[in-house]
Nanobody, 116 residues
Framework: QIDLVESGGGLVQAGGSLTLACAASGATFAIDVLGWYRQAPGKQRELVADISSDGSTNYVDSVKGRGTISRNNAHTWVYLQMNRLKPEDTAVYYC??????????WGRGTQVTVSS
């Protein structure tokens, strides 16, 4: 079992920045990939960025160049820094972990609201 707790969401003006943090606990030794997803009202949940245990990263096109995902070596923290925020970045952001055994775990989410 892996527990994920997000923090760092809130209200920010367009053009601003924020950093989301996710604390992982439990069987963190089994984590292979850590990532961030988001879900806006009326839309499907989408991958924002993820980072594998080898350090390789993926970003959704709309965030490339504006976002940076990072983690610590113990897989107990994952961060998402986002710059030049846009109103369309408004969503609930969820922390996600995938284990070597292909199990998926989710945090409860943190709201990010970008005002124009």
């Amino acid at each position: 079992q892996i527990d994920l707790v997000e923090s760092g969401g809130g209200l920010v003006q367009a053009g601003g920045s924020l950093t989301l943090a996710c604390a992982a606990s439990g069987a963190t030794f089994a984590i292979d990939v850590l990532g961030w997803y988001r879900q806006a009202p009326g839309k499907q949940r989408e991958l924002v960025a993820d980072i594998s245990s080898d350090g390789s990263t993926n970003y959704v096109d709309s965030v490339k160049g504006r976002g940076t995902i990072s983690r610590n070596n113990a897989h107990t923290w994952v961060y998402l820094q986002m710059n030049r925020l846009k109103p369309e970045d408004t969503a609930v952001y969820y922390c996600h972990a995938k284990t070597l055994g292909m199990n998926n775990y989710w945090g409860r989410g943190t709201q990010v609201t970008v005002s124009s």
